[in-house]
């Protein structure tokens, strides 16, 4: 039986079409000054971020192409990001919103850190761009490690882990374990408690049951990150109108793994649009 999760606190509407509206043509405005600004492109990838999730509140189950090409230009901004600062010189070849651009070398930026990796590979999954997939796994942990100690270990043991699951190095188990074992709330010291277990871990657990192909477990895993997400977004009024909390990316980029690997999902919800889970719309925009 499938289970329904409902997206509470954002209603789709007028208002939220032109707010999508407003936002993707703000991200196609700084996608153009690239050429002339590449130190800006975490602006752009952050904006572009946001525009998705506006258009997932306006269009729930994804069903427009203006949300296709809205997770398109989130994805490929995303992996630009981590091509442009990971060179210092030169320029480099980037497909963005349809185009072709030539961004110079911006070299290291403090944003280009193992947070914005990991929404970056969630972006490039949903998309199904294994090409980016594999240019992200590529990139060395510590390229990825912040200075300042923005984030607990986990993270980094984390990225650790998808490289090596996709890049199909050896170590996977002992990988996933290091993740598990940093990622507890006894253990982790950076993010807060309640961000760590509604929005950071279950990704995480949902992983282990993609990984062993578990049929009988993977739904209920994914019907209780979709339950905590709810939670952690709508514990006050400030979360629930909140549009981050718009859609599950990690959640929904293991569902898409999942689904493409004919494990069933049990599950529908405004969290986890519909036509990018089943990627109707791939091929429809150059990526």
């Not at 477990?217 to 709810?230: C, D, I, N, R, T």
């Not at 980029?253 to 049990?266: M, N, Q, R, S």
Request: some cysteine.
């Amino acid at each position: 039986m499938t289970v329904q999760i409902a997206r509470l606190g954002l209603p789709a509407g007028p208002d939220a079409e032109r707010f999508a509206e407003r936002l993707s043509e703000r991200v196609a405005r700084r996608i153009d000054h690239l050429e002339e600004s590449p130190g800006m492109i975490d602006f752009a990838f952050s904006t572009a971020l946001l525009a998705l999730r506006a258009h997932c509140v306006a269009d729930p189950r994804a069903a427009a192409a203006e949300t296709w090409e809205a997770a398109v230009n989130a994805m490929q901004l995303g992996s630009a990001l981590f091509a442009v600062t990971g060179v210092s010189e030169g320029v480099v070849e980037c497909r963005i919103n349809r185009k072709m651009r030539t961004v110079p070398a911006a070299g290291p930026l403090p944003t280009a850190d193992a947070g914005n990796w990991l929404t970056a590979f969630w972006l490039a999954v949903i998309c199904r761009e294994q090409e980016r997939m594999t240019q992200l796994c590529e990139i060395p942990l510590e390229r990825l490690r912040s200075p300042e100690g923005q984030y607990d270990e986990y993270i980094y043991h984390w990225v650790d882990t998808l490289q090596t699951y996709w890049l199909r190095r050896p170590g996977l188990v002992e990988k996933l374990t290091a993740t598990f074992e940093a990622s507890d709330p006894t253990v982790a010291r950076v993010a807060p408690r309640d961000l760590l277990q509604g929005v950071l871990y279950p990704p995480i657990n949902l992983f282990y049951h993609f990984v062993r192909r578990d049929e009988a477990g993977f739904s209920p895993a994914l019907v209780e990150a979709l339950k905590l997400h709810q939670v952690y977004w709508t514990l006050n009024e400030e979360r629930a109108t909140d549009i981050d909390g718009s859609i599950a990316l990690g959640p929904l980029a293991i569902a898409c793994l999942a689904y493409d690997g004919e494990i069933p999902i049990e599950v529908e919800s405004d969290y986890l649009p519909k036509h990018l889970l089943q990627h109707s719309w791939l091929g429809e925009f150059p990526t």
